[in-house]
């Protein structure tokens, strides 16, 4: 029992972890774009683009244009299909000037937009009035 309260002081005592430093779901300090890793792939959405949406794909019958992803071994972002927004009340802030990692992907967040790639180097670009894939 006083084995099991000593680890227990000392994982409170020391820092969190990696994963708690760096969260699954974040947002820019504007709320404009908000992340989330998902296992091997990476989401970010935008509120406002600036800029006229991609035409949406005959194929897609939810929302397109706002949202992109890249995984974590592809070979391009890409514009993604989705029916739901990654971010919302609560979502934790990266601040201006810092680097999110997890699983492989890094984002850093500046006031002239947000870059994620993969551990490829392949990913995007996000800003209002320019997003651009690689």
């Known amino acids: 029992m006083r084995r099991a309260l000593l680890i227990l002081a000392l994982a409170l005592a020391f820092p969190a972890s990696?994963?708690?430093a760096d969260p699954q779901m974040w947002?820019?300090?504007?709320?404009?774009?908000?992340?989330?890793?998902?296992?091997?792939?990476?989401?970010?959405d935008m509120r406002r683009l600036g800029n006229a949406a991609a035409p949406r794909p005959e194929s897609c019958e939810f929302d397109y244009g706002r949202s992109f992803g890249v995984g974590r071994n592809a070979s391009r972002g890409r514009r993604l299909c989705v029916s739901d927004a990654v971010g919302g009340p609560g979502t934790?802030?990266?601040a201006y000037g810092k680097t999110w990692r997890r699983a492989g992907f890094r984002c850093r967040v500046r006031r002239s937009g947000v870059r994620c790639t993969n551990p490829g180097g392949h990913g995007f670009f996000l800003r209002i009035g320019r997003q651009r894939l690689f």
């Open 18 to 20: 990696a994963a708690a």
């Open 27 to 44: 947002q820019t300090p504007s709320g404009n774009i908000a992340c989330a890793a998902f296992g091997k792939q990476l989401r970010c």
């Open 92 to 94: 934790p802030t990266v």
